[in-house]
């Protein structure tokens, strides 16, 4: 019997507390997709890595801290995992209703539990990991 094993992809990268994170962590999940021939709903992914991102460094992470993504795609299993790590405490969880038409913030989490195949939080020393999955195939290419 000859089968061939496939490992699992992952990237890791680490970003300091700064808004200009949010569009370079876009921009390295985009890039991973596309290396991995990754057949995913791009958009979803995209917008929930730019709400948990956003989350982190305005709410997760402290000052002249940092945060680290991690992305996970399992060819054999066709999911794709975003993990968001940061050492900040507080809890993680998505308001009971959406946010009124004139306020600024709040829909976030609401967000990613409506685009996502699976979403959530578990512990980290310090802080905590906040994650979504993707159902995803394999493009040839």
Known sequence: MNETTQLPCFRETFHRRERRAVPLVRQFVRE????????VRADDVLLCVSELVTNAVLHGVPPGRGFRVH??????????????????????????SWAAPDEEGGRGLLLVAALAD????????????????????????
């Open 32 to 39: 991973a997709i596309v290396d991995w021939a990754c057949d």
């Open 71 to 96: 992305l996970h795609w399992e060819r054999a299993g066709g999911v794709l995992r975003v993990e968001v790590h940061d050492s900040g405490d507080g809890e993680v969880r998505p308001r009971d």
């Open 118 to 141: 699976k979403w959530g939080v578990g512990e980290r020393d310090p802080g905590k990991v906040v994650w979504c999955e993707f159902g995803a195939g394999h493009t040839s290419g």
